[in-house]
């Protein structure tokens, strides 16, 4: 099993631009979640899905959007990127809330 | 939700037993504790969860007391590959993203 794959690994961006970052789980999960990791500051809840066709905003999710058309995939979007958002992104998934979450590798996104 | 408290460091050596501590006065009744482990450029991998008393399992030990208002992470006999940042976390299925990591307890095990 792959478990929770993200893509990109890295990527970098001029302020302005936009992306969407992809999350796959292949384990059947209901929940799926995007954090961001910046130094000192541990993982913020960006938003959060409880099932396919659901979203929710977590603790900072300014700037950012999300869908979840599928089970399997949590999409989050940046439509104008600054260099606040300059961070890691990780995405995990769940087969309940807080039981378990499984972490993908992480997305290094700089903007410049 | 109930908020947690855990040092932000600590040193070991390879071959030692290491307990982390972690405090949660205002845990709810149906809050369970559970405990991540982060590798640099990785992100956290679940460890252990546990409710009252003591769980184990093949890389570490979870011991609760009666009060539940604190937890101790085990890891028995260290190596370098231990290594990482440790999460403590108190919630339950109701707290639905509500549950926040904190910064953690950075362990630094020297050989």
């Known amino acids: 099993n792959a478990g929770v794959t993200q893509t990109p690994k890295f990527r970098v961006l001029k302020t302005g631009q936009s992306m969407t970052l992809l999350c796959a789980q292949d384990m059947n999960h209901e929940y799926m979640y995007w954090y961001r990791q910046d130094p000192g500051m541990g993982l913020r809840l960006i938003h959060y899905s409880v099932g396919e066709g659901t979203t929710a905003k977590g603790e900072v999710p300014d700037g950012y959007n999300v869908s979840r058309l599928k089970k399997q995939n949590f999409l989050l979007g940046l439509e104008s990127a600054a260099p606040s958002q300059t961070s890691v992104y990780f995405c995990a998934s769940s087969r309940q809330d807080f039981y378990g979450y499984t972490f993908g590798s992480g997305t290094r996104l700089t903007v410049v | 939700l109930a908020k947690t408290t855990q040092p932000i460091s600590m040193d070991s050596y390879e071959g030692q037993e290491v307990n982390i501590t972690c405090s949660h006065n205002?845990?709810?009744?149906?809050?369970?504790i559970t405990w991540y482990q982060q590798f640099p450029s990785q992100g956290p991998r679940f460890i252990i969860q546990g409710y009252k008393t003591k769980v184990t399992n093949e890389v570490a030990s979870l011991f609760i007391p009666a009060d539940r208002k604190s937890s101790t992470l085990s890891l028995p006999r260290v190596s370098l590959s231990d290594t990482a940042v440790y999460y403590c976390l108190v919630g339950a299925s109701s707290n639905t993203g509500k549950l926040i990591f904190g910064q953690g307890t950075t362990l630094q095990v020297k050989p």
């Open positions: 205002n845990i709810a009744t149906n809050d369970y």
